[in-house]
C-alpha cells in the first residue's frame, strides 16, 4: 500500500466506501445537501442568538430575579416597560448616551475625514503615518481605559500636565476623572481618541473610490481647489462618512467597557450611560426581569439604527 | 366611459408610486430616527415615554416593507 502513488490511494479509499452508502448520498438533491451543510450553523445560530433573544423578551414580562431562581414567576404583562419609560432617572441615562454618542460621533467624524484628506494626499512617508494613527483602534478597550485612568491623574497624569502646559493652570487644580463638568468630556475624548482612526479608514476608501478623472475634467473647467472639494470630494465621499457616523453611533450607543472602566458611571451618574445602568440593574440589583425589559428596549433601538445603517451599507454598495 | 376611466388610472398610479420598497423604506427610516431622537432628547418626558413604540412600529414597518417589491 505504501508504494501506490497518492492518486492510486484516493480511487481505493473510493472504493472502499460501502456501495450502499454512495448509492444514499448520491440520492441526495442539492437542495437537502445545502441543508445538510447549513443545519450545524442554524442550530448554534438558534442556540446562540436568538433563543436568549425570546427567553429575554419572555423575563421582560415577569418579575423574575436571578439571585431568586425557585421564587414562583409571575406574569406582570407591560408593567416594566411602563416603568422604564416614565422613569426620569433612566431618561437623564438615555441624555448623557446621547451626549457621549453625539459628541464622539461629531469629533471623530471632522477629525477622522481631516486625516483621511490628509493622507489621501499621498505624502512622503503616509504609509507610515497610516500605521501610527491606526494603532489606538488596534488596543483592547480595557488597555485603553486603564491607561488613560494613569493619563488622567491629577497629580502624575500627562493629561494635565500638557493642558497646564497649554492654559498655564495648575496640573492638579482639575480633576478629569472626578469632576461633574469634565468627566463626560473626558470619556469623549478617550472614545474620539481610539475611534477616529477607524473612521479615518472608512473615508479614505470613499475618497480613493472618486475616480481621478473627474478631478482632472474639473481642472480643465479651471473650478478652484474649494469648488472641487465642495462639488466632487464632499458629495462623493458622503456615503462613506453616512456609513462611519451610523456605524459609530450604534457602537456608541452600547458603549460599556471603556467607560465602565474609566469611571464607571461616575461621579454621581453624571457618565452613567445606559449600558451601565442596564448592568447595575441587573447584576447590583438583581432585577433581572427589569433590566430584560431594559436591554429590549435598547435592542429595539439599536435594531432600528441597524436597519438604517444596511439602507446605507447598500446605497454606497450600488455606486 | 373616459370621464370614469381617468381617476382610477391617476389612482392606481399614485398608488403604484407609493407602495413601492423605495419611499416605504424611507418613511420607516424616518419613523425610526424620529423614535430615536425622541427616546435621547432632553426636552419632554412623554415624548421620551413614546419614543420605544414608535422605534418598535418604525422598525416592524421596515421589516415588512424591505419584502415589499422594488
Not at chain 1, 492654559?167 to 480633576?175: D, M
Not at chain 1, 447584576?283 to 432585577?287: A, I
Given at each position: 500500500m505504501n508504494e501506490l502513488s497518492a492518486s492510486s490511494r484516493i480511487t481505493y479509499r473510493a472504493v472502499m466506501v460501502r456501495p450502499g452508502v454512495a448509492r444514499r448520498i448520491r440520492g441526495l438533491s442539492d437542495r437537502t445537501l445545502a441543508w445538510l451543510f447549513i443545519t450545524p450553523t442554524i442550530v448554534l445560530l438558534l442556540a446562540i442568538n436568538i433563543f436568549p433573544l425570546l427567553w429575554t423578551i419572555y423575563l421582560s414580562f415577569t418579575n423574575y430575579r436571578a439571585n431568586r431562581a425557585n421564587v414562583p414567576t409571575i406574569w406582570l404583562g407591560a408593567d416594566w416597560y411602563q416603568s422604564i419609560l416614565t422613569d426620569p432617572d433612566i431618561w437623564a441615562a438615555m441624555q448623557v448616551t446621547a451626549h457621549f454618542v453625539i459628541w464622539t460621533v461629531v469629533i471623530e467624524t471632522v477629525l477622522g475625514f481631516g486625516l483621511a484628506y490628509l493622507i489621501d494626499?499621498?505624502?512622503?512617508g503616509h504609509g507610515m503615518w497610516t500605521t501610527i494613527i491606526l494603532l489606538p483602534m488596534m488596543l483592547s478597550p480595557a488597555v485603553v481605559g486603564n491607561f488613560w485612568t494613569f493619563l488622567y491623574q491629577p497629580q502624575i497624569g500627562l493629561f494635565n500636565y500638557v493642558v497646564a502646559f497649554f492654559?498655564?493652570?495648575?496640573?492638579?487644580?482639575?480633576?478629569m476623572l472626578g469632576d461633574v463638568t469634565l468627566s463626560p468630556w473626558a470619556i469623549v475624548i478617550v472614545d474620539a481618541w481610539m475611534w477616529t482612526p477607524y473612521v479615518m479608514l472608512i473615508c479614505l476608501a470613499g475618497l480613493r473610490s472618486i475616480p481621478d478623472y473627474i478631478y482632472e475634467a474639473a481642472e480643465v473647467d479651471r473650478a478652484s481647489k474649494w469648488r472641487q472639494f465642495w462639488s466632487i470630494t464632499l458629495p462623493m465621499a458622503l456615503p462613506f462618512i453616512m456609513l462611519a457616523v451610523l456605524f459609530r453611533g450604534i457602537e456608541n450607543f452600547k458603549m460599556f467597557d471603556m467607560v465602565n472602566l474609566l469611571t464607571g458611571g461616575g461621579p454621581g451618574s453624571t457618565t452613567e450611560v445606559a449600558s451601565i445602568t442596564l448592568k447595575r440593574a441587573a447584576?447590583?440589583?438583581?432585577?433581572t426581569g427589569y433590566s430584560s425589559a431594559f436591554a429590549i428596549i435598547l435592542f429595539v433601538t439599536v435594531f432600528g439604527l441597524a436597519n438604517i445603517y444596511v439602507k446605507a451599507l447598500n446605497k454606497v454598495k450600488s455606486r | 366611459m373616459s370621464i370614469d376611466a381617468t381617476p382610477s388610472i391617476a389612482r392606481r398610479g399614485l398608488a403604484d408610486r407609493l407602495l413601492r420598497r423605495g419611499p416605504l423604506e424611507a418613511i420607516a427610516t424616518t419613523i425610526i430616527a424620529v423614535g430615536v431622537v425622541m427616546l435621547m432628547q432632553p426636552l419632554s418626558l412623554t415624548l421620551y415615554s413614546w419614543s420605544f413604540a414608535t422605534t418598535l412600529f418604525g422598525t416592524v414597518m421596515f421589516t415588512i416593507v424591505s419584502k415589499v417589491r422594488e
Open positions: 494626499k499621498k505624502f512622503r492654559t498655564g493652570r495648575a496640573a492638579s487644580s482639575f480633576q447584576f447590583e440589583s438583581w432585577r | -
